[in-house]
């Protein structure tokens, strides 16, 4: 069982780290970047790998996921897919300094 948007603090992440979660989805539209770093840190403290994961972002929106996510590789799963929900552009993703390559993202 994943923990998913319960997930907003550190201190939550260590609640779900010792109820026995399997995993851990951190989504920085609910934590910002600088806890979602902190999140995956005590996630990988207690051995728990990590997806990350989005709400309704549009790409600019998820641009800090898509470059964590990458730059990081930090995350096992990846649910970064708002953007295909929404009426956008491959232009306005270039805009957020990244592009989609079929199914995955690219940092440009």
Sequence with gaps: ????ESVQTPA???????????AINVK???SGLSRG????AV????????MIGCMAETPRGLAASV??????GFFRWHDL???????TTAAER???GWTRDGRFARLD
């Excluded at 470059?67 to 990081?72: C, E, K, R, S």
């Excluded at 897919?81 to 009426?87: I, V």
Aim: glycine share 6%; no cysteine.
């Design 37 to 40: 770093l902190e999140i995956a």
């Design 94 to 96: 270039a805009a957020a």
């Design 28 to 30: 920085l539209a609910k």
């Design 43 to 50: 996630a990988r403290a207690a051995g728990l790998p990590l």
């Design 67 to 72: 470059h964590l996510a990458l730059g990081t």
């Design 1 to 4: 069982m994943a923990a998913d």
């Design 81 to 87: 897919d708002s953007d295909l929900l929404l009426k």
């Design 12 to 22: 939550d992440a260590a609640r779900a780290a010792a109820a026995g979660v399997t």
